[in-house]
């Protein structure tokens, strides 16, 4: 599977999807892909699929704003800790 990041259009989109995501999994659900992609359009998110996303802005370091070059969006900090840990370090 590709690496990427479920992108937002605004700090608040990304932090409310990653906090539904949160409670399915709270609620003992394995948060997959598949489970991301059916609720990101509900907060106005989409799968970004790409290994070299960079951050280019953040805000209160709660969220940042990331880019490959192409597309742009937000994800909450700790998102965006995880994705970096699987993908940009392999680089």
Not at 12 to 27: D, P, R
Request: hydrophobic share 45%; glycine share 8%; proline share 4%.
């Amino acid at each position: 599977m590709p690496p990427g990041l479920f992108l937002c259009a605004s700090p608040m989109a990304a932090q409310q999807f990653w906090s539904e995501l949160g409670t399915i999994k709270n609620t003992g659900v394995t948060v997959s892909r598949d489970i991301a992609s059916e609720i990101a359009p509900r907060w106005n998110c989409h799968l970004a699929l790409s290994s070299k996303f960079q951050v280019i802005g953040a805000l209160n370091g709660w969220a940042v704003k990331v880019t490959d070059g192409i597309k742009t969006g937000w994800v909450v900090t700790e998102y965006y800790a995880m994705y970096s840990q699987k993908n940009l370090v392999r680089q």
